[in-house]
């Protein structure tokens, strides 16, 4: 498929929006696959350690 124009590449034959809220999600849900398990891990480290630092003042 060949565009003229970079607005035509935008447009995609007029699935421009389908074609890139499906790219723009796709992204996010990456992001979030990434971004969430380091959240947790940092999390329950933080948790972890408190408990440890409860633990050892008893």
């Given at each position: 498929?060949?565009?003229?124009?970079?607005?035509?590449?935008?447009?995609?034959?007029?699935?421009?929006?389908?074609?890139?809220?499906?790219?723009?999600?796709?992204?996010?849900?990456?992001?979030l696959n990434?971004?969430l398990?380091?959240?947790?891990?940092?999390?329950?480290?933080?948790?972890?350690a408190?408990?440890?630092?409860?633990?050892?003042?008893?």
């Open positions: 498929m060949s565009f003229d124009s970079f607005s035509e590449f935008l447009a995609m034959g007029n699935h421009g929006v389908y074609v890139w809220s499906s790219y723009g999600i796709s992204f996010v849900i990456l992001l990434v971004a398990p380091i959240l947790a891990r940092q999390r329950y480290l933080k948790n972890e408190r408990r440890l630092r409860r633990e050892a003042q008893q």
